[in-house]
């Protein structure tokens, strides 16, 4: 499934992604997964939000640089091999995988995927999980 995540861009100093942290609070926008990658000078915090369009638009408003885009949500079993399976079936179809995070709870792990081709590994993916 196809999921709305931002992505903010921050200067690489301590406190920046706190004060992200606190606007989305402040904002009753509860941010339900995320990944933070860092560079010399700056860094992109990857969110997942329960309401993209206005964290988008409280971060712009507190000068936080930010752009909404589109990644694959995929919930699969938490045992060893599964994500080999869906890697696999991605290479298989010649699908790039750019980036991804995920998180476990006591059943599921919970994976969000940037392809190179979002729509058709979605799709491809989507259709492993019927059969």
């Given at each position: 499934?196809?999921?709305?995540?931002?992505?903010?861009?921050?200067?690489?100093?301590?406190?920046?992604?706190?004060?992200?942290?606190?606007?989305?609070?402040?904002?009753?926008?509860?941010?339900?997964?995320?990944?933070?990658?860092?560079?010399?000078?700056?860094?992109?915090?990857?969110?997942?939000?329960?309401?993209a369009e206005r964290a988008k638009s409280v971060l712009q408003e507190n000068n936080i640089g930010v752009h909404v885009s589109?990644?694959?949500?995929?919930?699969?079993?938490?045992?060893?091999?599964?994500?080999?399976?869906?890697?696999?079936?991605?290479?298989?179809?010649?699908?790039?995988?750019?980036?991804?995070?995920?998180?476990?709870?006591?059943?599921?792990?919970?994976?969000?995927?940037?392809?190179?081709?979002?729509?058709?590994?979605?799709?491809?993916?989507?259709?492993?999980?019927?059969?």
């Open positions: 499934m196809l999921v709305e995540q931002i992505s903010a861009f921050l200067e690489n100093k301590p406190g920046r992604f706190a004060f992200i942290s606190k606007v989305l609070g402040e904002n009753d926008i509860n941010m339900q997964a995320f990944t933070v990658s860092e560079s010399a000078k700056f860094g992109i915090a990857h969110i997942i939000v329960d309401n589109k990644v694959i949500c995929l919930d699969i079993s938490d045992r060893p091999g599964e994500m080999s399976k869906i890697l696999k079936l991605l290479a298989e179809n010649n699908i790039s995988v750019e980036y991804m995070y995920a998180y476990a709870d006591s059943k599921n792990a919970h994976i969000f995927l940037r392809t190179d081709n979002l729509e058709l590994a979605d799709s491809i993916l989507s259709e492993m999980s019927r059969g």
